[in-house]
């Protein structure tokens, strides 16, 4: 019973380049959270996804960034025109409904603009 | 900004000694929750308190409440090497759940 699996675990990208972040919720999870951590510092909501929907995204940045969680596969957390600012880790949490109260959290992909 | 606040910022103590963290939020919560990261990793869920409660022993580990002064504090008895890491406070408010800044812990053997 695998946890929650992210890709690519470390991701370097050029400025101006796209960087695109895979998350495979828990199985039998159908939420799913992402939050971003800079260094030293805590985690900061982002987006919180059901399948096919969008449920908050008020901790995206208006633009650039995109996320979403199809009827099949992994949830997708977009990134266009990576800035070095856009250098973090990128964590991914599911759930297995609203209110479940615990997150599961992934490994984590950790990105790198030059 | 609901996010939570822990305190102290970084903590080293002797194994064997209790380490005691403590988290400060803003909002109304329907329950407090504490997760541990080690460096480099994802988050791992500690223990769950429920608004209602007033205290939660797992372990070593002992939670406390107090919704009044809208703080909560998470107490390691017995630490040890093992132990060190971050350790964040996270208030779910609804469909987000808020983390705190983190308590860098070292256990020194």
């Known amino acids: 019973n695998a946890g929650v699996m992210q890709n690519p675990r470390h991701l370097v990208r050029r400025r101006g380049q796209e960087a695109r972040l895979r998350c495979s919720p828990m199985?039998?999870?159908?939420?799913v959270y992402w939050y971003r951590q800079l260094p030293e510092e805590g985690l900061k909501f982002m987006v919180y996804?059901?399948?096919?929907?969008?449920?908050?995204e008020s901790g995206m940045p208006k633009e650039r960034f995109s996320a979403e969680f199809p009827k099949e596969g992994p949830s997708i957390l977009r990134i266009q025109q990576v800035v070095r600012g856009d250098s973090a880790a990128y964590f991914c949490?599911?759930?297995?409904?609203?209110?479940?109260?615990?997150?599961?959290f992934g490994a984590g992909s950790r990105l790198t603009v030059l | 900004s609901q996010q939570g606040e822990e305190d102290p910022q970084a903590l080293s103590i002797q194994e064997g000694e209790n380490a005691t963290m403590n988290c400060s939020y803003k909002t109304s919560i329907n329950n407090l929750q504490w997760y541990r990261q080690n460096s480099g990793r994802g988050l791992v869920h500690l223990i769950l308190i429920r608004s209602n409660e007033r205290e939660k022993h797992s372990g070593r580990l002992r939670v406390t409440l107090d919704t009044s002064k809208k703080s909560s504090s998470l107490l390691i008895t017995a630490s040890r090497a093992a132990d060190t890491a971050s350790y964040f406070c996270a208030t779910d408010a609804g469909n987000q759940f808020y983390f705190g800044t983190g308590t860098s812990l070292t256990v020194i053997p």
């Open positions: 949490a599911s759930s297995p409904r609203n209110g479940a109260n615990v997150l599961t």
């Open positions: 199985k039998g999870h159908s939420h």
């Open positions: 996804l059901q399948k096919e929907n969008i449920i908050d």
